[in-house]
């Protein structure tokens, strides 16, 4: 990590406050109406995926269906439940849109996410050891885990990840890793899995039992249908997230160089560990605005459509401080995370033989 | 909190298999909103069907709630939602219509007065206009009318007269057969409410002793004084109701104990007062906490996550400056400073992050 002395770090920690007091004070009706407006695009396609889907034993039908819910499936996920439950929108005083009351179109309970995501990941960002959400406690994406030889197939693992994200991202606080390692026991977990069993039964329920039951005749197509959204829905958020803190110059950091850090550090630390990818109006909504990971870490509590306009003023404090401000096109992040992904599945001594995997970071 | 509809037990589980929540029918709000705001399933919708200028600084809006809204007794208030500028605000008004009016044309009325800088009635009388649909909920308080006929005495100051007016109109409605004074302090004659309805009330309900009394109309201030409590008969035997600010309140509960009036003839009702220069009181304050029952003492810039720790509870926490939103809490009334911001919240119901809210007086919060 870039070192910088404590008087440049509150400078630096200065500079972003007076982004952020800029938005807060600024906040009101068009952000009440921005949001409420992607709350009925979410009503309207999901309503309108789940009545077409029954028709479609039509072929084109389907795929008006499949990708109707998958993308409403996505809008809920990104743009409305993981912004609301990071509270961008508690101003607003709606019950309907308060981060401890929100609960989401996906397997993971709020309340653990509230936990695992809010708290841990985004306090901890990227500390290896502190941060979960770095790999996932499933991959090797960094050179503080000592290679091991299951490691080569981390690329099945990372398929995996991303085919049942939904899942995976649901049982994240199961902490299965530490309990192989005998640290916990299941039994301590047991609260939480049974909220893991009541919610994920909830969501298989309703897409893989209750709407096929109801359409009977046409049962399997339905259940196709929905099987698909959610894969789409998948894949797309674990792409999103990948992109978001493991491309090839994402940070990573220790915990000792982490302690007792000032306000400054943690912004500091938020800047390198996240990367953006640019796209059109679109890939930013249905990311979630994710694609402004770096501004999103920097200011998680506020209106995820606001980082388009502040990501100029972000970068001209990157630039003023001499911090890098990683961004690319979606494409081009994504070959690097694949990259990432792919070199640390290798043996440190073979991954030094080929130039083409370093990793522009050193920890 | 707002009224909702009361979902049966199946369509609840139901709502939490399909759509994650307790009401199915509130997933469809956002598209219900747009047919017709009426049919919001979240709150129950009341529509604005006509608003009465009563004085400079006073109107009456006249409400159609949806019709499963519960209703009310006569003197009692209700809580209202309003988006103002995105943020949802809600306040407490008395109802000043008689039930009648609702049971028989389903309808009431609130009758606001402007309160110097306040937000909420500010905006009412400037924006909230006929066809416009606010959020309503289901009517609470006990400042009632006796259930058997007994002397009453009305003591209402400026705005303090909208419960009473309800009352009023209710008991000349049942012709409740007991002797009825009211005593109504205003500034000026140009600041009395519903003159000309309390005019005509008393002129067809003869039980009813009507006194207006303007206490800023001389040279000096005329406020309530033990002369005003000798002009009504028989006061140890009537049942007192007491609305108006606060001054007003306290001088008319001490000339009455004076007068040997027993407390629990007395009944009283707030309306929440404005907190002017917010910036120049002190820090700290009594914070209740209403679901653990405990009530602790702070000072200074303590925020109420510290002061729920400090009193031995442990309310969820996560990162401890202001970004997880683990620990945001209902604050059910009082003023707290946001620490980052140094803004100060509203008086009203809504949530707060425990680890930056400082609180600023009395605050109750449900932890």
């Keep these: ?363 | 909190m707002l009224a909702r509809q009361n979902q049966s037990k199946a369509l609840q589980w139901l709502g939490k298999q399909l759509f994650n929540r307790e009401d199915p029918a509130a997933f469809f709000d956002p598209l219900l909103e747009r047919v017709n705001p009426m049919w919001v399933q979240q709150y129950t919708p009341a529509r604005v069907v006509q608003t009465l200028q009563e004085t400079s600084d006073t109107k009456t809006f006249v409400l159609k709630p949806a019709r499963r809204w519960q209703g009310f007794e006569a003197g009692q208030h209700v809580n209202i939602c309003v988006d103002i500028d995105g943020t949802r605000r809600n306040r407490t008004f008395s109802l000043s219509s008689s039930p009648i009016l609702w049971q028989s044309q389903g309808l009431i009325t609130l009758t606001i007065k402007r309160l110097p800088g306040g937000l909420v009635t500010n905006w009412l009388h400037d924006h909230l206009e006929v066809g416009a649909v606010l959020g309503l909920g289901e009517a609470f308080g006990d400042f009632l009318i006796p259930e058997v006929a007994t002397p009453v005495l009305f003591i209402a100051g400026g705005s303090g007269i909208t419960p009473v007016l309800s009352q009023l109109e209710t008991m000349a409605a049942q012709d409740y057969r007991a002797p009825v004074s009211l005593l109504y302090y205003v500034r000026t004659s140009e600041d009395v409410i519903a003159g000309e309805k309390l005019e005509a009330l008393a002129a067809r309900y003869p039980a009813l002793t009507l006194s207006i009394i303007p206490t800023h109309d001389g040279a000096s201030p005329r406020y309530l004084s033990d002369g005003d409590l000798g002009t009504v008969p028989g006061l140890n035997g009537r049942q007192i109701f007491l609305c108006g600010p606060k001054g007003l309140m306290d001088l008319a509960e001490e000339l009455l104990q004076s007068r040997g009036v027993r407390e629990r003839d007395i009944h009283c009702t707030y309306f929440s007062a404005p907190r002017a220069n917010l910036e120049h009181q002190a820090l700290g304050g009594q914070v209740q906490f209403s679901h653990s029952n405990i009530e602790v003492g702070s000072e200074g810039d303590a925020n109420l996550l510290e002061i729920a720790e400090a009193a031995g509870l442990t309310p969820q926490y996560g990162c401890r400056m202001g970004i997880c939103h683990q620990c945001s809490c209902r604050k059910t009334s009082g003023t707290v400073i946001n620490r980052l911001t140094g803004q100060a919240s509203g008086p009203g119901e809504e949530n707060v992050q425990l680890c930056i809210s400082v609180p600023q007086g009395p605050v109750s919060i449900d932890v």
């Design chain 1, 1 to 363: 990590m870039k070192t910088m002395t404590e008087a440049q770090l509150s400078e630096l920690e200065r500079d972003l406050n007076v982004i952020r007091d800029a938005v807060v004070a600024d906040l009101g009706e068009r952000d009440a109406q921005y949001i409420r407006r992607i709350v009925r695009l979410h009503r309207t396609l999901e309503v309108g995926g789940r009545v077409m889907m029954p028709f479609g034993f039509i072929p084109p039908v389907f795929v008006a269906a499949t990708a109707a819910l998958g993308i409403s499936k996505i809008i809920e996920n990104m743009e409305i439940g993981h912004n609301v439950m990071h509270g961008q929108y508690d101003w607003m005083n709606d019950p309907g849109l308060h981060s401890q009351t929100y609960e989401w179109d996906t397997v993971c309970t709020g309340e653990s996410w509230r936990r695992t995501h809010n708290y841990e990941h985004h306090t901890y960002t990227n500390i290896i050891g502190k941060d979960r959400d770095y790999g996932y406690a499933l991959l090797r994406l960094s050179d503080d885990d000592k290679w091991k030889p299951q490691h080569t197939l981390q690329f099945i693992n990372y398929i995996l990840l991303s085919v049942f994200f939904q899942w995976g991202v649901g049982l994240h606080e199961l902490e299965s890793e530490r309990i192989r390692r005998g640290e916990i026991r299941l039994r301590d977990k047991l609260p939480f899995l049974k909220d893991f069993f009541r919610k994920g039964g909830r969501q298989a329920f309703k897409d893989y039992l209750f709407f096929p039951l109801i359409t009977f005749p046409v049962a399997p197509v339905v259940l196709a249908g929905n099987l698909g959204a959610n894969l789409i829905r998948n894949l797309w958020s674990s792409t999103v997230i990948f992109c978001g803190h493991f491309t090839q110059d994402a940070e990573t950091f220790t915990e000792a160089e982490c302690e007792g850090e000032s306000k400054g550090h943690w912004y500091l630390r938020q800047l390198t560990g996240s990367s953006n990818f640019t796209g059109g109006k679109w890939v930013h909504l249905l990311s979630g605005h994710l694609s402004y990971q770096i501004e999103h870490h920097v200011f998680p509590d506020l209106p995820a459509h606001r980082y388009p306009e502040i990501s100029e003023q972000v970068q001209a404090v990157c630039r003023k401080h001499g911090i890098p401000y990683n961004t690319g096109s979606f494409a081009r992040q994504y070959g690097t995370v694949l990259k990432r992904i792919f070199a640390f599945s290798l043996p440190d001594r073979l991954r030094a033989r080929v130039p083409a995997l370093t990793m522009g970071q050193a920890t």
